[in-house]
């Protein structure tokens, strides 16, 4: 039984605490109440937040984004974009490479987190209900997501089966739209999900790393989305992975892929710690 939980920790927790930023949201230039464009205060706000985000600085995007949400407090985004600051500060502090672990009656920033994903969630099934857009499918499988990481981070046996759960639902959401954003879902999920193809194969969840990751690279592409940097950052993660130098070379990513790949995320994110760490550790760069 040990065992099982091991591998299932490692299965649906690993890959996405790996990855920051970890998913990726709506396919619009724009953030929305649904009623219309934010207003520009608060559109600046939210790339603020955005900004501090890929710089991994989650305090300044906590504050943007919880600013933001006093004027736009129906924006599902702002509640899913929250609640994963809140996950990778708590993985940073926790200093684990997994999902943190989240006590809601211990602490006010757990809370905060389950309050968020829940707000989020009831907003996307209310504004689904009257306009039907592909991009609110998107918010709905990343919010899900936050919920199956929570829930992995508590490493319960229940809470293993929660987050499973969790995962499928973010894969039907998905599944509901379109849009490269949600393809970037599912290549997100299934790319993991491939280095555990027996547990995955047990839970139903697709593992075809091939396909995961050709799916995240056209994702990119045609895409104007202010998250589209989501992107980016996983196939970076990837991309510079030694494990993957087969995997990425069949799909068309070579060493100056991932210099040209390194230098549009460093030229806007020079703070970012990941980014740091690449350039420090690459000679060519200095």
Known sequence: MRRLISLTTLAFTLFFASFSPLVLGGEGGEVSDGQGAAAPDAALLFAEGQSCFYNTDY???????????????????????????????????QNVKNAPKLDAKASETAKDFFESVSKGLET?????????????????????????????????????????????????????????????????????????????????????????????????????SIFLDDIWFALFDIATDAKNAELVAEVGINDDYRLRLFAYLFAKYQRNSKLIKYYEGHNRWH
Not at 61 to 69: D, N, S
């Open 59 to 93: 305090d300044c995007a906590l504050r943007k984004f919880g600013e933001y949400r006093k004027l736009e407090p129906n924006d599902p985004a702002v509640c899913w974009r929250t609640a994963l600051c809140i996950l990778l500060k708590a993985k940073r502090e």
């Open 124 to 224: 996307v099934k209310q504004k689904r209900n009257t306009d039907g857009d592909g991009d609110l499918f998107c918010v709905e499988a990343n919010l899900y997501m936050d919920f199956a990481i929570a829930e992995f981070g508590q490493k319960k046996f229940w809470s293993y089966l929660d987050g499973k759960d969790y995962t499928k639902k973010a894969l039907e959401a998905a599944g509901r739209s379109s849009l490269p954003c949600a393809r970037f879902v599912e290549g997100l999920i299934e790319y993991k999900a491939a280095e555990h193809p027996y547990i995955s194969a047990l839970y139903g969840i697709p593992h075809n790393r091939e396909r995961a990751l050709e799916r995240i690279v056209n994702s990119a592409r045609n895409n104007s």
